[in-house]
């Protein structure tokens, strides 16, 4: 009809304008500053989850000149996963720290086409096929650390869980990602990964700082990590050099590499991979860091868990029982069937997520959930809010393993909330390996010993401690050998 008012698009119709975020609830700041000076840099994670319980899944907060968007609804966490890399990336702050620091970039803060190309190598070393291949070391690193654990069950001597569940990740990941026999297990002695770990707390302090100072000036720390990126670039050209004579010495390596390095540099050496030594040493970074603080954090929560919850130990033993005849013989077949452990590990991780925030950086103008988003806004998301709201996980404090198993009630709204991978087309490309690492360690501790005792201090409850992850305060284990091989009979499996 001549001069009727044009049709509103049907997505339109019946819906509101998207809030600003200017215009959302928030903490008040202070001049400069912002909520800096608010959070506390080792409770970070615990802070802006509860500034979410007490302004909403959506608000809004300040570190020194970079307003953040706080989400932790999980339709909108999920929304910016599934858009990465196109609509989201991580953010360029840390992407240009890290830069700065000297680090070479690997899978985690690459984006667009550099990432695609590293996701394409990173997958050659980490597929199914190839951690098959890999897997004798893997026991191998396993049955050292059940005589550790022997030895101190025969000594009477109090374990601390913390070090020694890093010990195992670190001879675990560097045997598998450059094929080196580091045995920390046995020698207490590991050159590389305290500059690691250093190195990786310096990103996160200051990319949590709302200045950069050491642009103009050096701390002591600042001088040290200097020190460690040194120590750093010097390893990882030293495993790259050693794993490129390996494969010019023995060309059947190139048919069947034997760690993740080889298979990344054979990879990297495809025509027109575009990928060179320095793509190689940034995902060997990635790969060592993941496999060590993330792997290493997550252990020790499931076997404090457990030890919590005996019903859940009882039933994770008698799996690995049924499952696993024998330590010796132990193949990658068997751990794969080890489906109430692995539900066990999803629980913890629920509960005690080592990455509980979750961040984006907008590349276009977009809206999650009710909220406008401009292009280069900061996202934070929070998935552990929802994960332990009664609202989206059913008796949710409660640890539950079984609602991670098939035809759970409340598996799907599980699986929906927590996000331990990330996810979308960026989801970790290490889960696999992550979960059977565990997978590993729980076995070995569960088929040869009992729990005696597990001291996580005052209030027996573990304090959750931020450095570039979130740990648990420390644990100190006591094990003992099961009754009825003390008493010399037939297991009750």
Request: aromatic share 6%; hydrophobic share 45%; net charge positive.
């Amino acid at each position: 009809m001549s001069g009727a008012a044009p049709a509103a698009p049907p997505a339109a119709i019946g819906r509101p304008e998207p809030r600003r975020i200017a215009d959302l609830p928030g903490p008040r700041g202070l001049p400069l500053l912002g909520n800096a000076a608010q959070i506390r840099p080792r409770r970070a994670h615990i802070d802006f989850e509860n500034w979410a319980r007490r302004y909403g899944t959506f608000y809004r907060a300040r570190l020194g000149p970079h307003t953040l968007l706080v989400v932790s609804d999980p339709a909108a966490i999920q929304a910016m996963l599934r858009d990465r890399p196109e609509g989201f990336r991580r953010p360029s702050p840390v992407e240009r720290i890290a830069r700065e620091m000297g680090t070479d970039i690997g899978l985690f803060l690459a984006e667009g086409a550099e990432w695609r190309r590293m996701r394409t190598m990173v997958a050659a070393g980490l597929s199914a096929r190839q951690l098959r291949a890999y897997f004798p070391s893997l026991r191998r690193v396993a049955l050292r650390l059940r005589d550790r654990w022997a030895r101190a069950a025969a000594a009477g001597a109090a374990i601390d869980l913390n070090a020694d569940a890093k010990r195992y990740t670190v001879d675990v990941v560097a045997g598998l990602s450059f094929g080196a026999d580091v045995n920390t297990l046995e020698t207490d002695d590991d050159p590389i990964h305290p500059h690691l770990e250093f190195a990786m707390a310096m990103l996160y302090r200051r990319v949590i700082l709302p200045f950069p100072y050491w642009r103009l000036f050096r701390l002591p720390a600042d001088r040290r990590l200097a020190r460690s990126l040194a120590v750093i670039t010097k390893a990882t050209n030293g495993f790259i050099q050693a794993a490129r004579a390996r494969l010019a010495a023995d060309l059947t390596r190139r048919a069947a590499p034997a760690n993740v390095l080889e298979a990344m540099i054979l990879a990297a050496d495809q025509p027109g991979s575009g990928l060179d030594d320095t793509a190689v040493a940034g995902n060997v970074i990635d790969l060592l860091l993941a496999g060590e603080i993330t792997t290493s954090n997550t252990l020790a929560w499931l076997i404090y868990f457990l030890y919590r919850n005996p019903d859940s130990l009882r039933r994770a033993t008698a799996e690995i029982h049924a499952a696993v005849p024998a330590l010796g013989t132990l193949a990658i077949e068997q751990i794969d069937r080890l489906d109430f452990v692995e539900a066990c590990a999803n629980e913890a991780m629920r509960l005690k997520a080592v990455a509980p925030m979750l961040l984006g950086e907008a590349l276009r103008d977009t809206v999650l959930g009710d909220v406008a988003v401009p292009a280069g806004t900061i996202v934070m998301g929070l998935p552990r809010v929802a994960s332990l709201d009664e609202a989206h996980c059913a008796d949710a404090a409660r640890f539950n393993p079984d609602r991670w198993r098939f035809g759970a009630a409340p598996d799907r709204a599980a699986k929906g909330v927590s996000a331990p991978f990330g996810g979308g087309p960026r989801i970790c490309a290490g889960r696999y390996l992550a979960l059977l690492e565990i997978k590993l360690a729980i076995t070995v501790l569960l088929h040869g010993f009992e729990i005696e005792s597990l001291d996580a201090g005052p209030g027996g409850i573990p304090s959750e401690e931020m450095t570039s992850v979130v740990g648990p305060s420390a644990l100190t284990l006591r094990l003992r050998a099961p009754r009825w091989k003390r008493e010399e009979e037939e297991p009750p499996f």
